[in-house]
């Protein structure tokens, strides 16, 4: 059971021990319209599976009487969930007699919920990872069977970690069904409740940035949020989405307004887009104006006629 690009590596690891197991089924979200045209596009476990020749189940609530009862006709021994994106019932927990084991993108019981990778590093964290998680009926709070830790580096964005989480999940959901069908008991240890945090699901205006906040906290959004819904302010009243940035050593005495432009850089000959944060100064490296194409600040700066005095207004 999965559904996006993360579920889809982990299904691939899991196609490559056919020699101990056999994947009777797949669970995914229903296709979801994509880009301008709205294009119902199936999800990359979808893809997959039906390259497989697998059968696919795409319930809109896999708790309802029917795909329960899919579900109970395909028999399993196990199931894996990774980012299925949906709560399974008490009934569907307790239909495999091995259970439900999850693969949940961060060290539990920090970052449960729906947005664990994102939040990482947006929240600074220096390291992360996978757990494979027993499931019970709460979200995220099932025993911990395995865990690996993931380092994030200082300039991680949402792919580049994505990637290695993806690697090192495969790697964990092989050790687990490798041990299972070998008839071993993996060590189940409870989640310490004090130490839980949540990573929620992502709104449009997490992506809105307070220029009050210190540049490094503005450049963690830049890299967490890049894929969606990208951290943005307002340029003459246009959105404007910094795709990359990074934190300039250059500064001013006394720090002007949050959300200043620094013109004397922004009009050089090698112009720098810098702009003076609550805390020290982010430089926009790449970004895009609503209604353009992506591009380098430099040659945004040089086809401005005049450059405002502030970011957010």
């Known amino acids: 059971m ?44 979808k893809e997959l599976a039906l390259s497989e020749g697998i059968p696919v189940f795409q319930p809109r609530r896999i708790k309802k009487e029917k795909p329960v009862a899919e579900l109970k006709a395909l028999d399993p021994d196990l199931i894996i969930v990774t980012a299925y994106g949906q709560i399974l019932s008490e009934e569907i927990l307790n239909i495999p007699p091995m259970g439900c084991i999850n693969m949940h993108a961060s060290l539990l019981p920090k970052y449960r919920g729906a947005a664990p990778i994102q939040w990482s590093i ?29 380092e994030i580096c200082p300039d991680e964005t949402e792919e580049s970690l994505l990637q ?20 071993q008991s993996l060590p ?22 307070d220029w009050g906040k210190s540049a490094g906290d503005i450049d963690r959004m830049v890299r967490g949020f890049h894929v969606w819904p990208g951290a943005y302010t307002s340029f003459e009243g246009k959105k404007l989405t910094i795709l ?25 000959k090698k112009p720098r887009f810098l702009v003076q944060t609550g805390c020290g100064v982010l430089e926009i490296r790449k970004l895009q104006l609503q209604g353009k194409k992506a591009m380098a600040s430099a040659d945004f700066l040089r086809g401005v006629r005049q450059i405002p005095e502030k970011l957010g207004e």
């Not at 021990?17 to 990359?44: A, N």
């Not at 839980?196 to 699901?201: E, F, G, K, L, S």
């Open 2 to 45: 999965g559904t996006p690009d993360i579920a889809a590596d982990v299904l691939k690891e899991l196609l490559g021990m056919k020699e101990i197991s056999e994947i009777v089924g797949v669970f995914t979200q229903p296709d979801k319209p994509v880009g301008r045209k709205q294009i119902l596009t199936p999800s990359p476990v």
């Open 122 to 150: 947006v929240r600074g964290e220096k390291m992360t990872g996978v757990t494979a998680m027993q499931m019970d009926k709460g979200m995220d709070t099932g025993d911990i069977l395995l865990q690996k830790e993931v």
């Open 164 to 183: 290695k989480l993806s690697l090192a999940g495969r790697g964990l959901i092989r050790e687990v069904v490798e041990k299972l069908a070998e008839g």
């Open 188 to 209: 189940r240890e409870k989640q310490e409740e004090s130490k839980a945090t949540y990573a929620p699901i992502i709104v449009k205006e997490d992506g809105l940035i």
């Open 244 to 268: 990359e940035s990074g934190i300039s050593t250059e500064t001013k005495d006394p720090a002007p307004e949050a959300g200043s432009i620094y013109p004397e850089a922004a009009a050089g």
